[in-house]
């Protein structure tokens, strides 16, 4: 884990080593806090960030089915343009569990939740102080940026 000052923020930068063990404290957390997944779960990753968390968790967890709900916060999918929360691709029939990445605004915990509203939600880092309500291995203050291992 290395912190370095980046557009004149603090920035929280996540190697592979500490993102298996980001993943190791979710995997024990959700065991804790919602018992065992049967067989039969599905764990929907909101991609592209949640996609590889959630793979290592559910490798974990047992849960061998894993599908993604595609989730874009960018206008017109241009990076740096903020606009509505835009929904692609096919919608997972359920969910038993969603994973994301990060937690940062809210909004797509708050989507997530529009469309599975009784699925427990987890991120490997919250931004949002707990309102996001989301179980996270991880909370970092809300001004600080976090660079995951695949974005670089």
């Known amino acids: 884990m290395i912190?370095?000052?980046s557009r004149n923020a603090v920035m929280l930068q996540l190697d592979w080593t500490r993102i298996d063990a980001l993943c190791d404290v979710m995997a024990r957390t959700l065991s804790d806090r919602l018992g065992s997944f049967s067989e039969e779960a599905v764990i929907v990753a909101v991609s592209r960030g949640g996609l590889i968390p959630a793979t290592l968790i559910a490798h974990r967890l047992g849960v061998r089915r894993v599908q993604s709900l595609g989730l874009m916060s960018y206008a017109d999918g241009v990076e740096g343009e903020q606009g509505g929360l835009h929904r692609y691709g096919p919608l997972p029939?359920?969910?038993d569990l969603v994973i994301d990445d990060i937690a940062d605004s809210g909004k797509t915990a708050e989507a997530?939740?529009?469309i599975y509203?009784?699925?427990p939600m987890a991120a490997l880092v919250d931004k949002t102080g707990g309102a996001a309500?989301?179980?996270a291995a991880l909370e970092r203050p809300a001004g600080e940026w976090v660079d995951f291992p695949w974005e670089q």
């Open 133 to 135: 309500g989301v179980i």
């Open 93 to 95: 029939e359920r969910a």
């Open 117 to 119: 509203p009784d699925a």
């Open 3 to 5: 912190r370095r000052e």
């Open 112 to 114: 997530v939740r529009a």
